[in-house]
């Protein structure tokens, strides 16, 4: 097997991926490095989970440490796009851990976050700068930030950004970038629309793919339980007396039932910590940081705030809500297992949820075993298992929101009414998804670099870099 000094990845880096007990390449690294090295351009069929961000990171590294120079005032050398802001925080903490003897700078712009000390951190210039578009494009429309001088660009969950309602941002950018430069552009699923985008940005890439969604699935250990949704609280807690979960990561359907979960667990003892959108910057950071830290063994967390959450060690997702999208399960139980670990996924299966349940076997080709407990309804029959009326399905991947949209959840009777409903809702979702992605980039404040921190004023904005 290769080896990340065989594949050209520079000294310093290379200890620093020592600290980080990095020692074999992830498959997706084994192939994406030596393309990302020649300068041409990728595209990457991988998701979270895979290593894919140090499969850009290391070489972009490489890169930039063997041809030094200044980026210039306001401008950049290395841009990487990322649809939420968490994504984009942990890649910015991804390029400092690996790049942490080699001296470069990197800013992190995100919304939820006043533009102030992003300006000031892009002021005179950084090597690399990792944004969300929306935000980036405020910085641009202010002259805060050149894009002319881009020599690398980074298009992160190119699926997800197109769920987020981003595509008119990345075309706008992708008109203000400099033509001559190296593209890498990474999704998990390459749908018709993906593949447009990736045209617009790349040239003559080569391609690299890894582990399909439904072949991640099998390295998580999965169970369901049916339970009535008025004892999916109770449930919760009699599982988490399993001291096996160890740190689990709790997925709600709403932002409402997040909170709602949390407070009854606090009142029954267990110590856990909920992100989403409707938590302040402070707030989710504080969060994410107490439970990767440690200190909180669960994290609640809705879709969306949950992206680009990279703990290890998750030892159980907790599926509080079946998704209806069932790429969303898919991407949840990533969250264990993660880089070749072992994890488990249990999800509480509501009758009302049998429908997703069942195509989220379809998707993973698998059936999920059924875990039996005191408070489990009886096992339903597989033909009791679909209540979803035949029809168009439910509005694709992403969509961004479960939450809106499972108050429909399709029953047998609604026909196409549902889906209709439904279908709104996603809409709804959709607008909703960028809210928590960018939207509140016009508020509050957050920006970190490779310089002296600076002071921050007022409140306590963020916890998870040192
Ligand atoms: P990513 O797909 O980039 O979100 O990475 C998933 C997880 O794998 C992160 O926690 C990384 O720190 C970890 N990781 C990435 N590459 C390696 C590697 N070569 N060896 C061990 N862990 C890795």
Partial sequence: MSQFKDLGISAPILKALEAEGYSTPTP?????????????????????????????????LTRLAADRKHA???ACRVLVLAPTRELAAQIGDSFRAYGKYLGLSTAVVFGGASMFKQKQALYRGVDILVATPGR???????????????????????????????????RKISTLLPKERQSLFFSATMPAPIAELAAQFLYNPE?????????????????????????????????????????????????????????????????????????????????????????????V????????????????????????????????IGRTARAGAGGM???????????????????????VPVMETDLSLRTPADDERVQRPKGPSRGGRGGGGGQQQ?????????????????????GHAHSHARDEGDRRDRKGQEVWSNGPRQPQRGRRQRTTRG
């Fill in 345 to 367: 996924a249990i999800s509480f299966c509501a009758p009302d949820e049998r429908a997703y349940l069942r195509d989220i076997e379809k998707l993973t080709k698998q059936k």
């Fill in 28 to 60: 997706i690294q084994a192939k994406a490095i030596p393309i990302v090295l020649k300068g041409v351009d990728l595209v990457g069929l991988a998701q979270t989970g895979t290593g894919k961000t140090a499969a850009f990171a290391l070489p972009i």
């Fill in 406 to 426: 499972r108050k429909h959840a399709p029953k047998r009777h609604h026909g196409s009414e549902t889906h209709g409903k439904a279908h709104a809702q996603q």
């Fill in 207 to 299: 391609q690299v793919a890894v582990t399909p969604p439904s072949t991640t699935a099998e390295r998580v250990e999965q169970a369901v339980i049916h339970i009535d949704t008025k004892k999916k609280q109770d449930l919760l807690h009699a599982l988490l007396k399993d001291k096996t979960i160890k740190r689990a990561l709790v997925f709600t359907r709403t932002k409402h039932g997040a909170d709602r979960v949390v407070e009854k667990l606090a009142s029954a003892g267990f110590e856990a910590e909920a992100i989403h959108g409707n938590k302040s910057q402070g707030q989710r950071t504080r969060a994410l940081d107490a439970f990767k830290k440690g200190h909180a063994r669960l994290l």
């Fill in 301 to 332: 967390a809705t879709e969306i705030a949950a992206r680009g959450i990279d703990v290890d060690d998750v030892s159980h997702v907790i599926n509080f809500d079946l998704p209806n999208v069932p790429e969303q399960y898919v991407h949840r």
């Fill in 72 to 74: 210039g005032d306001r």
């Fill in 136 to 170: 980036l494009l405020d910085h641009v429309s202010q002259r805060t930030v050149r894009l002319d001088r881009v020599e690398m660009l980074v298009l992160d969950e190119a699926d997800h950004m197109l769920d987020m309602g981003f595509i008119h941002d990345l």
